[in-house]
């Protein structure tokens, strides 16, 4: 479908947004969180350390293979792109829309947690609590339409400000605990049923906190030098979250042991309250509400952007190709926040929620299918950047995502079964919506 110039993103985002929006929508409250919950899972300091190591290595090997095709396909829209070209309409239509329910829900929970942390800070604004978080949904609103370039600078700042925090509170970790190791836990019964499933169920919380790692890709037709920032933005970012949650899992069991910290529900509270007293709460809640304020700017972006795509593609109204000045795609953006409005008014979020991580982990693992089905299909496709080790990269990741996958269908069968019933669906609404296309043409 045709494009007219002034429905056109601008080019006007470099590498220092592309590395804060990585940040920025990778890093939320997750990791101030997750850490209890799988100390209680394996309470094992090497296990856990590892588990982390290892999504992280994930991360890292589907970094790989997203920057060879969004430097290949640099398009608003990110993953989507990628299965259209490889394997047709329908599978782009299908991915399309489960990014989209994926990232367009995130930002009504953000801001219903913020508003419940400022209500910790002043309780006496607990009765205003839906005011605060509808108000900050609106602030973002208004931030968003005035263009790209306020959104760039707002997540440049606040990430920024995110890892300056992270950072002081592993250091302020490490020099009140002393910087040595808690005893190897001698454990035999590893390759029991119970630490195996406590092991995959550990990983599906760990991929949830890393979720977020891949953002760069939905802005990639808006960067000045995609093929260069692209791939630099990934690497970089991906290394920096991981050495974030490694080094703050290994600061938390310096200070409290995995057997106090085990079920923890804000392990950051706990370890908080040790190391700065009485203040400590008060301080992780501070943390988590700037490192919330920064992934709820990312955010607000992402789902215009796939919405966007879709639109140009003829999968949604043409109206949600239109791009006011300051270069945001305006119709997208508002229909998005309209969404989120509707979850906090309702507060009936956390089913989708729930299967946006089962989606996330099939999207993945069809756009790392459509990179070997690109090389075979498009052998002469410009390629700025290649995957490195390919095919056996692509291949392993292809392996993690279906083994990821499995581990959801078997642990969460209700969310499997509605994501099934939601494709069967899917496919009448995209016939029409193809024969609408080709009525137009």
Not at 225 to 245: E, F
Request: with cysteine; glycine share 8%; net charge positive.
């Amino acid at each position: 479908m045709t494009e007219t110039k002034q429905n056109q993103l601008k080019k006007s985002l470099g590498l220092s947004f592309n590395i804060a929006v990585l940040i920025g929508g990778t890093i939320g409250v997750g990791i101030l969180r997750t850490p209890g919950a799988i100390a209680g899972m394996l309470n094992d300091y090497w296990l856990i350390i590892i588990c982390w190591i290892f999504g992280g290595i994930y991360i890292l090997i589907g970094a790989n293979s997203y920057a060879e095709l969004a430097t290949m396909l640099p398009k608003a829209g990110g993953s989507y792109n990628y299965i259209k070209r490889a394997f047709g309409d329908y599978a782009g239509f299908i991915s399309g829309w489960f990014d989209y329910i994926t990232n367009v829900v995130p930002p009504a929970f953000y801001c219903i947690v913020i508003s419940e942390y400022i209500v910790i800070l002043f309780p006496n604004l607990e009765s205003y609590s839906t005011v605060i978080a509808i108000a900050f949904l609106i602030g973002f609103v208004f931030i968003h339409i005035s263009g790209i370039k306020n959104g760039s600078l707002i997540q440049q700042i606040t990430s920024l400000i995110k890892v300056i925090c992270f950072v002081a509170l592993i250091v302020a970790c490490f020099m009140y605990s002393g910087v040595k190791l808690n005893p190897i836990e001698k454990n035999s019964s590893f390759f029991e049923i119970g630490i195996l499933f406590g092991f995959f169920k550990s990983l599906q919380l760990i991929i949830g906190t890393y979720d977020g790692w891949y953002s760069v890709c939905f802005f990639a037709e808006e960067d000045k030098n995609p093929s260069k920032n692209i791939p630099k933005s990934l690497y970089t970012g991906a290394i920096l979250v991981i050495l974030i949650y490694v080094l703050i899992n290994i600061a938390f069991f310096h200070v409290l042991p995995v057997a106090s910290l085990a079920n923890s529900h804000l392990a950051a509270a706990d370890v908080s309250k040790v190391v700065f007293g009485d203040k400590g709460a008060i301080i992780v809640t501070v943390i988590a509400i700037l490192s919330l304020i920064s992934i709820l700017n990312a955010y607000m972006m992402i789902p215009a952007r796939i919405l966007y795509g879709l639109s140009r593609d003829g999968f949604f109204f043409q109206k949600g190709t239109t791009i006011n000045k300051g270069g945001t795609p305006i119709v997208t953006l508002l229909i998005s926040s309209l969404f989120s409005l509707v979850l906090i008014g309702i507060g009936t979020f956390e089913v989708l929620f729930s299967f946006g991580t089962f989606m996330s982990v099939i999207v993945w693992g069809l756009a790392y299918c459509s990179l070997i089905k690109l090389r075979t299909k498009e052998p002469n496709l410009a390629r700025p950047y290649r995957s490195r080790w390919y095919p056996w990269s692509t291949v392993i990741a292809i392996m993690a995502t279906f083994g990821l996958l499995i581990g959801f269908v078997y642990s969460d069968t209700k969310n499997f079964v509605i994501i099934v019933i939601i494709t069967i669906i899917s496919y009448p609404l995209f016939l029409v919506l193809n024969h609408r296309n080709e009525k137009n043409k």
